[in-house]
T-cell receptor
Framework: AQSVTQPDIHITVSEGASLELRCNYS??????LFWYVQSPGQGLQLLLK??????LVQGIKGFEAEFKRSQSSFNLRKPSVHWSDAAEYFC????????????FGTGTKLQVIP | NAGVTQTPKFRVLKTGQSMTLLCAQD?????MYWYRQDPGMGLRLIHY???????AKGEVPDGYNVSRLKKQNFLLGLESAAPSQTSVYFC????????????FGEGSRLTVL
């Protein structure tokens, strides 16, 4: 079964600094990968997704992610973090067996300090 | 548009009690899901449905049952609640295919004493 691993449980960055959140996937063929964000007390919202083509994908709120097959990674980046980016971020992958299930990583909680 | 709506948003149960969480969507999603979220464990799939009248087990189905009698509704039941079921539950829906985006409800916080 497909899986994604987010090695960082918690990350703290200063406002205005750059951000990179790591996601590694376990999958033989081309995976269908997603990044979601969860603000406190809210449900999850899609930031971006990758399924083919350009390995650098752009999302909402100024986020981007790069798919690297050689490293089995799909890391999320933002050049300059804003205080409102403080949230929990989840990487996810669609199951290849009929594309019915979506599996999530354990999440990375982002703290932004002034 | 309401999107995906969960009720209730908060509930406290005693061990052994039963309850049902309701998820309603007006986005015509074919697929619907119930996840639970626990600290440090991300979202884990409980049950899901790929169409009206269908249900399937996810990663952590024990102690839960589901029904999808109508396309727009997906019910999650706890027949005999246990403290281990204290969690935040999220319903989500999406269209079929590998790239379909999940649309989430705002969550239901359940505490079992």
């Amino acid at each position: 079964a497909q899986s994604v691993t987010q090695p960082d449980i918690h990350i703290t960055v200063s406002e205005g600094a750059s951000l990179e959140l790591r996601c590694n996937y376990s999958y033989g063929a081309t995976p269908y990968l997603f990044w979601y964000v969860q603000s406190p007390g809210q449900g999850l919202q899609l930031l971006l997704k990758y399924f083919s083509g350009d390995t650098l994908v752009q999302g909402i709120k100024g986020f981007e992610a790069e798919f690297k097959r050689s490293q089995s990674s799909f890391n999320l980046r933002k050049p300059s973090v804003h205080w409102s980016d403080a949230a929990e971020y989840f990487c996810a992958v669609t199951d290849s067996g009929g594309y019915q299930k979506v599996t999530f990583g354990t999440g990375t909680k982002l703290q932004v300090i002034p | 548009n309401a999107g995906v709506t969960q009720t209730p948003k908060f509930r406290v149960l005693k061990t052994g009690q039963s309850m049902t969480l309701l998820c309603a969507q007006d986005m015509n999603h074919e697929y619907m899901y119930w996840y639970r979220q626990d600290p440090g464990m991300g979202l884990r799939l409980i049950h899901y449905s790929v169409g009206e009248g269908t249900t399937a087990k996810g990663e952590v189905p024990d102690g839960y049952n589901v029904s999808r009698l109508k396309k727009q509704n997906f019910l999650l039941g706890l027949e005999s609640a246990a403290p281990s079921q204290t969690s935040v539950y999220f319903c989500a829906g999406r269209q079929p295919g590998p790239t379909g985006e999940l649309f989430f409800g705002e969550g239901s916080r359940l505490t079992v004493l």
